[in-house]
């Protein structure tokens, strides 16, 4: 028996039919309106969806965005009452050698800014503007080493210079240390201050 | 007894009047639609009937493909050149997705369908319908689209989406699978 006959010839019966009532075409006709006006609510829902869950992400990102913390101010600084005042004005730098070494002209220094000549060192913080600078007359030098800090200039105001006789009014509380740090070669000649305290009027004249 | 006196009719706003065309448009195309299943619908029926091997089988895969095409009539009528044998095409391949879904069904019981008419089937006493039947769906469509349909290997390859060589070899193991069924009828009945 042919396989490829036999499937010929029964594929041709007419027993495969299969009888259709009349009208059937039009239940088909109605069923797709119906798939059609589903897949249409199908994607109605879908696009509200993804509307409301696009705007909802765009609040979300806008309010985490406006809930940036603000920067934090910096700290007060406080002065420390123990020490005479400084003046206003800028201060002197008296020899930070301990002793007028002979021709290093005082130096004055504006407020708030540095010395022409000053080219030390190291660079100054501008953080922070230092207690110490505004409360000591006659400290030997504003600037300060980076490392130094508060409490820590406190200890080294009160241990007594190294034999500098750096200003008739200088008090006890001048910084050793801080005298080292401007050489003689580069301490310009300074302007007498008229403010009050205690290191105004000092100047350094040279040679004496 | 109150009268009601016919209402004036609006004037005709752009928007009535897309949606007015719109409707026309769509009544058109259930029109078309439903001209293409009073002609097609005996042929699809038939063929269904071969591919499923059971004429209820055949008319609800030919219910469910056809309900899909008229959701697209306008666009598949639009672009296909034979809109019947995209739906033979999609038929078969509905035939295959149906079959591979319904063969992880576990059956915990068979119920004994008895029908209130004794309905027999007329193809029944025929070994090769049986054996057809017994066909994987894949086997039995390349079978049906080459012997019912008259297509070419590369036009069946097309229709299922498969490649020539898969149509070759499902063609083979088919005929080798008949012809060994039928071998064994034939030698069950000689016995």
Not at chain 1, 11 to 32: F, I, Q
Not at chain 1, 182 to 208: D, I, K, R, V, Y
Not at chain 2, 34 to 46: D, I, N, T
Request: with cysteine; net charge negative.
């Amino acid at each position: 028996m042919d396989p490829e006959h036999e499937l010929q010839r029964v594929l041709r019966d007419e027993r495969l039919d299969v009888p259709v009532r009349t009208g059937a075409e039009w239940s088909m006709v109605a069923a797709a309106r119906r798939r059609r006006h589903r897949n249409a609510a199908l994607a109605a829902g879908a696009v509200a969806l993804l509307a409301v869950l696009g705007t909802g992400g765009g609040i979300a990102v806008v309010q985490m965005g406006s809930e940036e913390p603000a920067p934090r101010p910096s700290p007060p600084v406080i002065q420390n009452p123990t020490h005479a005042p400084n003046p206003p004005h800028g201060t002197q730098r008296p020899d930070p050698q301990g002793g007028q070494s002979p021709g290093t002209p005082p130096q004055w220094i504006p407020p708030g800014g540095t010395g022409g000549g000053d080219r030390t060192e190291q660079p100054r913080r501008t953080e922070e503007p230092d207690p110490r600078r505004t409360s000591e007359s006659p400290e030997p030098s504003i600037l300060r080493r980076p490392v130094e800090t508060a409490p820590s200039e406190s200890e080294q105001e009160t241990a007594p210079p190294d034999g500098d006789a750096t200003a008739p009014n200088s008090p006890s509380d001048s910084e050793p240390e801080k005298q080292q740090e401007t050489s003689p070669q580069e301490t310009a000649p300074q302007a007498p201050s008229g403010g009050s305290g205690s290191g105004t009027g000092q100047q350094n004249t040279p040679g004496g | 007894m109150t009268a009601h006196s016919p209402a004036v009719p609006a004037a005709e706003t752009p928007g009535m009047r897309l949606g007015n065309a719109r409707r026309g448009d769509m009544a058109a195309t259930e029109d078309d639609f439903a001209e293409f299943v009073r002609v097609a619908l005996p042929g699809l029926m038939r063929y269904g009937h071969a591919l499923t091997g059971n004429p209820h089988d055949a008319a609800d895969l030919v219910q469910t493909v056809l309900e899909k095409v008229g959701a697209r009539w306008s666009r598949i009528d639009d672009n296909c050149q034979d809109p019947t044998a995209y739906v033979r095409k999609a038929m078969a391949n509905a035939h295959i997705s149906r079959w591979r879904r319904t063969r992880k069904e576990t059956l915990l019981a068979e119920f004994p369908d008895v029908p209130s008419v004794p309905q027999q089937d007329r193809l029944e006493n025929e070994p090769i319908w049986e054996a057809l039947r017994e066909l994987p769906p894949r086997q039995r469509a390349v079978v049906v689209l080459r012997y019912y349909e008259g297509l070419s290997e590369t036009e069946i390859a097309d229709t299922l989406g498969v490649s020539c060589g898969t149509v070759k070899s499902q063609a083979s193991k088919a005929m080798s699978a008949l012809r060994k069924r039928l071998d064994s009828q034939a030698e069950g009945g000689d016995a």
